[in-house]
């Protein structure tokens, strides 16, 4: 079986991604406090502050149309 450097090439690159993947440290991140403040929440992280308002529900009243005609 003959093996070239046309087929190594391809091998070889897609051996040493999957190398360079499985080594990559994953991204850590920090400690994420929240905070209710009001109709909103705050949640910080070191560098970073977050602040998530809430919009209040509000019940609407129905609507009536009333429609007049005049009798002649």
Known sequence: ???TARFL???ALAGGAALA???A?????GQLNCTD????TQCVTPGNSQITA????IQQQ???IIIHRDRF
């Open 37 to 40: 403040v009001g109709s909103a």
């Open 25 to 29: 440290p994953s991204a850590a991140a």
């Open 54 to 57: 809430n919009a209040p529900v």
């Open 21 to 23: 993947i499985a080594v």
């Open 1 to 3: 079986m003959h093996v």
């Open 62 to 64: 129905p609507q009536i």
């Open 9 to 11: 090439t391809p091998l």
